[in-house]
T-cell receptor, first 111, second 115 residues
Framework: TQLLEQSPQFLSIQEGENLTVYCNSSSVFSSLQWYRQEPGEGPVLLVTVVTGGEVKKLKRLTFQFGDARKDSSLHITAAQPGDTGLYLC???????????FGTGTRLKVLA | DAGVIQSPRHEVTEMGQEVTLRCKPISGHDYLFWYRQTMMRGLELLIY????????DSGMPEDRFSAKMPNASFSTLKIQPSEPRDSAVYFC?????????????FGSGTRLTVV
């Protein structure tokens, strides 16, 4: 069974600080996605990465897929209260079309 | 498009009762997924369909759970009989066929409480 461990589990920071969230596995994934979930809602897709070493930027968010396609990171620059939420990574094992979700990182950005 | 629509938003039922959760995927999406989310176990995939056909139900916890997709615009997840440990938020998601590129679009979920 593939497992995706995210760290840290919880993170509380001040507005303007930078942070990095990690998503790690011992298994290879053909693609990896990051989602953000707000209370009372379903997860919303932020990005998909498919190539080992790939880096994608979405405004203040930078996503990287590990060279071996087993891990990923999400870096947020100058965090804002609107970034508060549960961040989830999800990986698709090769040859499948089902995404396995990570354990999640709950981020709170204080004004 | 109204997105993925789930009903009801909240359901409280007594142990032993039958519960039916409903989902309307985005028109044109040919994959549909049912997930369950709890604090302890996170988001778990229960079952997914492609073109209305169940492809992988290995995540369905027990025979008490069943899912159907009679047509491209409707799916149900049924629990019979329900138990307190089934309490969770159940999400439906839909997607296009191309793996990874489009991601899943999730509904707002159904919060189920079994007392």
């Amino acid at each position: 069974t593939q497992l995706l461990e995210q760290s840290p589990q919880f993170l509380s920071i001040q507005e303007g600080e930078n942070l990095t969230v990690y998503c790690n596995s011992s298994s290879v994934f053909s693609s990896l996605q990051w989602y953000r979930q707000e209370p009372g809602e379903g997860p919303v897709l932020l990005v998909t990465v498919v190539t080992g070493g790939e880096v994608k930027k979405l405004k203040r968010l930078t996503f990287q897929f590990g060279d071996a396609r087993k891990d990923s990171s999400l870096h947020i620059t100058a965090a804002q209260p609107g970034d508060t939420g549960l961040y989830l990574c999800a990986g698709a094992p090769p040859g499948t079309y089902k995404y396995i979700f990570g354990t999640g990182t709950r981020l709170k950005v204080l004004a | 498009d109204a997105g993925v629509i789930q009903s009801p938003r909240h359901e409280v039922t007594e142990m032993g009762q039958e519960v039916t959760l409903r989902c309307k995927p985005i028109s044109g999406h040919d994959y549909l997924f049912w997930y369950r989310q709890t604090m302890m176990r996170g988001l778990e995939l229960l079952i997914y369909f492609n073109n209305n056909v169940p492809i992988d139900d290995s995540g369905m916890p027990e025979d008490r759970f069943s899912a159907k997709m009679p047509n491209a615009s409707f799916s149900t997840l049924k629990i019979q009989p329900s138990e307190p440990r089934d309490s969770a938020v159940y999400f439906c998601a839909s997607s296009f066929a191309v793996q990874g590129a489009s991601g899943y679009t999730f509904g707002s979920g159904t919060r189920l409480t079994v007392v």
